[in-house]
Structure formats: structure tokens, C-alpha cells
């Protein structure tokens, strides 16, 4: 039984930092690539950065880029995602899932119909 388990989100004011991470349980190896997605207010869930299974790629929504960072440790069945979240904008405002889609590929394919375990999420408010 794979389980994710998030934590690290919170209310922040924009232009701060939070940092998320995700626990993974269950894989008896290390054959998946992780990623984070997040779903704002009243829009669809999106892909927000994502990871190889080696920790050797990394992949980013456009509007995230050079203010978020993806990183996974752990060579291990059981690795850990973090999210590194700066420069935080209203637009940011979302609940945070991570997911996991079991592949050795290293350009991975990242959208909500392809990731194969979900968590349920952390909340990330930034307000002022």
C-alpha cells in the first residue's frame, strides 16, 4: 500500500518562503518519479514541478521557475520530495499535492491522468 504524506504548508505573506515535503511508503523500489501539483481556488488541478526517479531531472511549471525548487533524497524504496518555494505570490494560493508515477523514464510524462499515487494535500495561503 503506497502512501504520501505532505507537510509544510501554512499562511505566508507574499514574497516569503515555505518548504513542503512528502513522504513516500509502500514501493519496495526506488521506480518512480515524483511530483507536485497544486489545485487553486476554483481552477484545475496543475503540474507544478517534477522529478526523475534518480533525482537527475527536474521539470517546472513556467510560472514557477527560478522560484521554486524540486529535490528528492534517498536512493532508497522510500524517498522523500521537497518543495522549496520562494518569492511567494498570491497566485501561489493552492492545495498542494504530491504524486508519484512509477517509471525509470527521465523525461516523464506529468499530468494529473498519468501520476499513478496521490496524497491529499497541504494547504498553502498567501495573503497579506
Known amino acids: 500500500q503506497v502512501q504520501l504524506v505532505e507537510s509544510g504548508g501554512g499562511l505566508v505573506q507574499p514574497g516569503g518562503s515555505l518548504r513542503l515535503s512528502c513522504a513516500a511508503s509502500g514501493r519496495r523500489h526506488n521506480d518512480y518519479a515524483m511530483a507536485w501539483f497544486r489545485q487553486g481556488p476554483g481552477k484545475e488541478r496543475e503540474f507544478v514541478a517534477g522529478?526523475?526517479?534518480?533525482?537527475?531531472?527536474?521539470?517546472?511549471l513556467d510560472s514557477v521557475k527560478n522560484r521554486f525548487t524540486i529535490s528528492r533524497d534517498g536512493a532508497n524504496a522510500n524517498s522523500t520530495v521537497y518543495l522549496q518555494m520562494n518569492s511567494l505570490k498570491y497566485d501561489d494560493t493552492a492545495v498542494y499535492y504530491c504524486a508519484i508515477q512509477v517509471t525509470y523514464s527521465y523525461r516523464p510524462e506529468f499530468n494529473v491522468r498519468t501520476m499513478d499515487y496521490w496524497g491529499k494535500g497541504t494547504l498553502v495561503t498567501v495573503s497579506s
Open positions: 522529478v526523475t526517479w534518480n533525482g537527475g531531472s527536474t521539470y517546472y
